[in-house]
């Protein structure tokens, strides 16, 4: 098998993983088959936890995914990998060191392990009429709509999936504009916190 199927082979198998156990993609993607749409083409980035990020990018780097930026909070920090025609990988972890103590990620990685999505983020026209949409369908988001109105990136978490009283997955809605493709540093760390399912 040649790295474009075998990568597509991955992208697909983790994708239909992450919807068979998010509620809130389940109903998305019911509304997207509907139009036809479907949901893979409209997935902006994908996002896994780890305890160590080279070795979770690792099976993405093989099939053709390269380092684009490292992104740092607090307790916790990224790196971003890109693959044109695909999804950006977001992949975070604890700092290795007492910065890390009070991140969520070394938790929930040791719960549900490094192999699995964290969440798959959508991208949306209006982020707006994308949550009332969803909320007549039962829906539940966590906080509010990160970013202004307007701004280059605008961001929310659907309510977590809770797993024997943890919070597993989320589906993020991310509205874009002016070509921007990147990441916001305080709105990722707004997100984190709101994934926490409390």
């Known amino acids: 098998m040649d790295q474009a199927h075998a990568l597509d082979d991955l992208m697909d198998r983790m994708v239909t993983n992450y919807v068979e156990h998010n509620r809130a993609a389940r109903v998305l993607k019911a509304m997207l088959d509907e139009t036809g749409v479907g949901f893979t083409p409209v997935v902006d980035h994908v996002t896994i936890r780890t305890l160590n990020i080279d070795r979770g990018a690792d099976p993405f780097v093989k099939l053709g995914y390269a380092f684009d930026e ?66 007549q369908k039962g829906v539940v988001f966590a906080g509010n709509i990160v970013g202004e109105r307007g701004g280059h990136l605008r961001q929310i978490f659907s309510s977590p999936e809770m797993i024997d009283g943890q919070p597993f997955t989320v589906l993020e809605l991310a509205e874009r504009h002016r070509g921007y493709l990147g990441f916001l540093p305080p709105q990722a760390d707004s997100l984190m916190k709101s994934s926490t399912g409390k």
């Open 70 to 135: 490292t992104l740092q909070y607090d307790d916790w920090y990224a790196k971003v990998y890109r693959k044109s025609g695909y999804p950006a990988l977001f992949v975070d972890q604890a700092y290795p060191d007492d910065r890390g103590k009070t991140s969520i990620i070394p938790g929930w990685v040791n719960k549900f392990g490094d192999q699995v999505f964290h969440h798959v983020a959508v991208r949306v026209e209006d982020i707006e009429q994308a949550v009332a949409r969803l909320k």
